[in-house]
C-alpha cells in the first residue's frame, strides 16, 4: 500500500532569487565560515547570482511510490534535487507541478533545527517539535524520558538550543522526530554530523523502522550507509530519476563502470583501463582501479572510509620482480604523495607467470573531499626498464561528515588528516 505516491513532479526555481528557507548548511555553516568567505572575497559572486535570472528545474518529472515499511534511499550527485524532493514531501516547499499524496503524520530531519526554536531550552523544543509532528502533549510526555536518554543531551535540557553545538542539535531533533513515531520520516544528510556512535545508534534504529510499520525516505552520500539502511534506491541526476530497484544495483550504477558521476561530469573518465597490455620488463598492467576495502569497484569513497588502488597484472615471464611508483595528484595537478610498493611483503619475489593483483592502501581519513588522480611509474628490481603511465586512474573522494563534529565551513588543502589534539594545563605530564 503506497503511503508517498509523488506524481510528475516538477519544482522550478528562478536563481539568484531570495531563499525562502535556510539549508543546515547555509544557516550554520554561514556563521562559522563568513569571516573567511568575506576575506576571499567571494562576496562578488553573491552579487553576481543575485543579477541572475536563470531558470532552473531542481525536479522534473518525478513520479514515485513508496509502500508503508519501506526504507528508500535517495541519492546523487550534489544539486541533483534530493533535498528538493524532500523538501517538498515535508511541505517546507512546495511544488511547481505534478502531485505529492501521503498518508499519516510525516517527522522530517532536514536541516538542524527544522521546528526547533533558538531560544526555547531543549525541553521547551522537544514539546514544541512534537507539536509540529502532530502529537498530543500526553503523547510526548509518554515518550519524553526515551528521547532525552537517546539523545545523550540530559544535561543541557534546559539550556536554550541556540547554544547547541550542531551534534547536539541533531542528536536531539533525531530523537524527537524518531521516538514520535511518524508514520513517514525524512532524512537528509543530518545524520552526518552526529559523531560515530551516534550514527551507529540512528541506523540501528532505522533499521527497525519497517518492523512496526514505519517508513523512511534516506538521502546521504554515505553510500555505505544507504547500502546497509535501504532495500530501495533511487538515483536523481538534474532533478530526474535516471535509474531505481535494489540498493546494490543502483549503487553500483551510481559509482560504477563507466556510468559514474565523474565521466558525466566532464571532468574525468571513470575507472581508467587505458593502460591494458602496457607492457614492461616481463610484466604487462591490464589495469589500475579503484575499489573499496571489500574489493568492490567504487570511483567515489567517502574520507572516513578510504579505499584501495588495486593494480591487476599478467606476468610473462618467469622471475620478474616488479616495482612501482604510485603518485596521487590532486584536481589542481599537485602531487599529494608518492609511495612505493617496498612495504609489500611480496616485494623483491621472483613471480610466477599468471595474472596478479597488487593492492596499495589510500588511507582514511587522510584526503580532503575533492576529485584525485593517480599515475604509476612500472617497473622491475633490477631497473633496467621501466614505464610512466600517467593518470591511470581517478577518483572522488566524498565528505561523509564524519571529522567535522560541528563545524559546518570548508576545509582547505590537499590532505584532511584525522589528527589527534590535546590540551593539558602547563607544567603537568
Ligand atoms: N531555494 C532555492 N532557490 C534557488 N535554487 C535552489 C533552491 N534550493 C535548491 N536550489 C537548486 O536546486 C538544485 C537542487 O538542489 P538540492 O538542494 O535539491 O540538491 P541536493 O541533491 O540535495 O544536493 P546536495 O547533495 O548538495 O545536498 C540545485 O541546483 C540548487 O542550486
Ligand atoms: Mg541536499
Not at 514539546?127 to 509540529?132: F, P, Q, S, V, W
Not at 598492467?285 to 579503484?290: F, Q
Not at 574520507?303 to 584536481?331: C, H, W, Y
Not at 581519513?365 to 621501466?386: A, E, F, M, V, W
Request: charged share 25%.
Amino acid at each position: 500500500m503506497p503511503v508517498i505516491r509523488v506524481d510528475d513532479l516538477g519544482k522550478r526555481y528562478r536563481l539568484g532569487q531570495m531563499q525562502p528557507y535556510k539549508t543546515l548548511r547555509e544557516s550554520l555553516g554561514r556563521a562559522i565560515s563568513f569571516p573567511i568567505r568575506a576575506a576571499l572575497g567571494t562576496r562578488d559572486d553573491l552579487e553576481e547570482r543575485h543579477q541572475s535570472r536563470e531558470i532552473l528545474w531542481a525536479l522534473r518529472h518525478v513520479s514515485l511510490e513508496v509502500n508503508q515499511g519501506e526504507v528508500v534511499g535517495i541519492i546523487g550527485k550534489n544539486g541533483s534535487g534530493k533535498s528538493t524532493l524532500l523538501k517538498i514531501l515535508a511541505q517546507i516547499t512546495w511544488p511547481t507541478e505534478g502531485r505529492v499524496e501521503f498518508k499519516g503524520h510525516v517527522g522530517a530531519m532536514l536541516e538542524v533545527g527544522t521546528g526547533f526554536h533558538p531560544e526555547l531550552t531543549g525541553r521547551e523544543n522537544v514539546y514544541l517539535n512534537g507539536a509540529i509532528l502532530g502529537m498530543r502533549k500526553a503523547e510526548i510526555t509518554r515518550r519524553f524520558d526515551e528521547i532525552v536518554e537517546f539523545s545523550g543531551v540530559e544535561r543541557f535540557l534546559d539550556t536554550p538550543v541556540k547554544r547547541y553545538s550542531t551534534g547536539m542539535y541533531v542528536r536531539l531533533a533525531f530523537s524527537v522526530a524518531a521516538h514520535l513515531e511518524p508514520d513517514v520520516l525524512l532524512i537528509d544528510e543530518v545524520l552526518s554530523v552526529g559523531d560515530v556512535d551516534f550514527q551507529k545508534k540512528c541506523l540501528a534504529m532505522i533499521k527497525g523502522f519497517p518492523e512496526s510499520g514505519r517508513t523512511v525516505l534516506f538521502v546521504s552520500h554515505n553510500l555505505w550507509s544507504v547500502r546497509q539502511l535501504c532495500d530501495r534506491i533511487v538515483l536523481l541526476e538534474d532533478g530526474r530519476i535516471i535509474s531505481r530497484g535494489p540498493a546494490d544495483e543502483v549503487v553500483a550504477k551510481y559509482v560504477g563502470e563507466g556510468s559514474g558521476g565523474i565521466e558525466e561530469s566532464g571532468t574525468l573518465d571513470p575507472f581508467a583501463v587505458s593502460v591494458v597490455g602496457k607492457g614492461v620488463g616481463g610484466y604487462e598492467i591490464m589495469a589500475v582501479r579503484i575499489t573499496d576495502r571489500d574489493g568492490n569497484l567504487a570511483n567515489r569513497f567517502g574520507i572516513s572510509q578510504g579505499a584501495l588502488a588495486e593494480i591487476t597484472m599478467n606476468v610473462k615471464t618467469a622471475g620478474v620482480r616488479p616495482q612501482f611508483s604510485l603518485a596521487l595528484f590532486d584536481d589542481h595537478r599537485h602531487r599529494v604523495f608518492g609511495s612505493l610498493n617496498n612495504t609489500d611483503p611480496a616485494y623483491g619475489e621472483a613471480l610466477e607467470p599468471g595474472e596478479y593483483i597488487v593492492t596499495c592502501e589510500i588511507p582514511a581519513d587522510l584526503l580532503n573531499n575533492g576529485l584525485y588522480s593517480i599515475s604509476l611509474i612500472c617497473g622491475t628490481l633490477d631497473g633496467r626498464d621501466s614505464q610512466r603511465l600517467e593518470t591511470v586512474t581517478k577518483f572522488e573522494c566524498i565528505d561523509d561528515g564524519i571529522l567535522r563534529g560541528d563545524y559546518k565551513g570548508e576545509y582547505t588543502g590537499a590532505l584532511r588528516p584525522r589528527l589527534e589534539w590535546q590540551t593539558r594545563k602547563a607544567g603537568t605530564s
